[in-house]
């Protein structure tokens, strides 16, 4: 896909450029707020990775520019500013995802992979279905192979969010912060243990396994085919 | 400050001004005593002499000139500071002046002030006087007057008596406003000269008190107060920065000597790689103890305090208990969570939830298998507070050492080869202090009990009351507000 990475820092934008390109993926850079809302404007990205503090135009006023100007590509702003405050900025400013320097390049992977995908599926959603494992979003029931799955709320949420992005790379902190709503990183492998407690409900039983754990990343629900 | 400044000091020139308004009022009250006093002794003489004047102007239409004559020397010769003199043109006839006198100065028609002479040879004086001519019929002439020496004396008494009066308040006037203002200013001078030393750099330096108890006394006491505060704060900041130097630079090592190994190692490729996932897991450990310490700084300068609002409690130790509870029985621990309905605080969510969560991961860390940890919450029913509590059973922590284990960085030695940088309940105690709450460590036997006791929430409401800039607007507060707190 087609990313734009606006980023004054020489060194972290090389990085990032690098790693992106070698993730398979087309990256134009731009060194200051003003260039980027010029390439977001009239090139067709699919993500925009801003950071915050730049010269000329800080990024929130060039997102902001960019709502104003109808652009609606993804916006995920890239700062060293990390308080809950600021991310409740950066989403206000027009941004989708927020996330605090330093990073995980495996994490910064898995969210630009999220934005891109949810771009344009904005319609409502009531089933989702990921192989043979289905999820009724209106009666609130889960089912495999039509067989019922008993989940506790918050399982049923995890399942929600880990199969509106399935095939996709899901990473611990996308969990914590999208259904359990904390800022966070625990020092116990809390989200691990959940995650296997949902699998041994929806894989236990069954010979193709749906959830998989992503070594290094997170973990992935996907259908083997 | 040089002695003649104290005529520029505030002090000095409010004394000043008091003294002119005095003074002026001195003035006043003085002009109307002496007029009151002297100009009434003038005025009765004259009113004599005129009633006298009458008197013989009777005695002059009946008895005609012989007769004023005849009494004219008659009372010339009892009288003692009365003038009388009666002439027929200048030739005197009768009265005890020799003659007209020749100094006289005509104050009013017919009225005349001079001086004559009294007495004979050495025993004479000059004496002022006062008197009425009155011009007869045949070219007589008729003077009758007063001797004014002792009202002059008592108009010049009087006068000087006025005068020094004036004097000897500007005097005192001056004088104690000097007084005044150097005494003032000699105590201004000391709290200068302290902070002069402080701003110097000797934060230890204090103002000396009068132990008068007046006003500069508590602004001494106010500023020494500050300082002590401002000290506090130094010293913890200078621990932090110690703290953060060794416990930063340990890992910071750590990670140095991993990416260095992998460098310079020999091994296989397979190895390099272990030894930079190595250096990855210790830069993240690393990130994460910088993050609590931006965390405990920030709550501990209270940035987030205005942040508070009013929320459900049981709510937010629901949700991480939820979080855990997997994870402990995944240790064969079981996670209990015991709460009454709704129990309301004024607080930041957020904080709340990463205090509450340090907890349970602190308890769980050191309860062994089989064991419990029971998060509850609830009301003291002896102050009505809201609390938070999380009771484990583990080995506890020594009388002696918990209350050092909310500092930073203090691991307890049989801690150490646990992972953790030693922050969490720093971190619970930064956010229970901003919350105006308190944290107490207590012997749950076995194990530990930690309670966060939260300020009532009538408190909690008037605060917000009391800053209602933020809070108030914000909807969960509206929403509490609505209903009735207590539903327990």
Known sequence: ?225 | MRPLDVFRTATFRLAFAYLILFAVSVLLLLGFIYWRTAGFMAAQADETIRAEVQGLGEQYKRRLIGGLRTIIVERSARARNSLYLLSLGDVPLAGNLPGWPPNAVETAPGWINFNYVRGVDDDSEVRPARAARVELLGGYKLLVGRDMTEVNAVESTIRSTLLWSLAITGFFGVVGGVWISRNVMRRLELINRTSRDIMSGDLTRRIPMQGSRDELDDLAGNLNEMLEQIERLMMGMREVADNIAHDLRTPLNRLRNKLEGALIGQGSREEQMQALESAIVEADGLISTFNSLLLIAEAETGAHRDTLELMDLSEVIHDIADLYEPAAEDRGVTLKFVAPSRITVRGNRSLLARAAANLVENALKYTPKGGAVTVATGINPRNDRPTFSVRDTGPGIPEADRERVLDRFVRLERSRNTPGSGLGLSLVAAVARMHDAVIDLADAKPGLLATITFPAVEEAQAAIAAQPRRALLSPSANRSARQPEKQV
């Open chain 1, 1 to 225: 896909m087609r990313i734009l990475v606006v980023e004054d820092d020489r060194e972290a934008a090389a990085y990032l450029t690098r790693g992106l390109r070698e993730s398979g993926h087309i990256v134009d850079h731009a060194g200051d707020g003003e260039d980027g809302l010029h390439l977001a404007m009239g090139g067709n990205y699919d993500v925009a990775v801003v950071d915050r503090m730049m010269p000329r135009l800080d990024g929130l006023s060039m997102v902001r520019r960019m709502r104003d100007e109808g652009s609606k590509t993804p916006v995920l702003f890239l700062s060293a500013l990390g308080e809950v405050d600021d991310r409740v900025k950066g989403l206000r400013a027009g941004g989708d995802d927020y996330l605090a320097k330093p990073y995980a390049f495996s994490e910064l992977l898995a969210r630009i992979d999220a934005l891109a995908r949810r771009n344009g599926a904005d319609t409502v959603v009531t089933r989702l279905g990921v192989g043979d494992l289905e999820l009724d979003l209106l009666s609130r029931t889960a089912t495999r192979g039509g067989q019922k799955i008993d989940l506790q709320p918050r399982e049923f949420l995890l399942l929600e969010y880990l199969m509106r992005h399935a095939g996709q790379v899901v990473t611990r902190t996308m969990l914590l912060e999208n259904v359990w709503e904390y800022h966070f990183d625990p020092q116990t492998n809390v989200i691990d243990v959940h995650i296997s407690r949902l699998r041994s409900k929806i894989d236990k039983g069954f010979t193709e396994p749906l959830l998989h754990t992503v070594r290094g990343a997170g973990y992935s629900l996907r259908a083997a085919s």
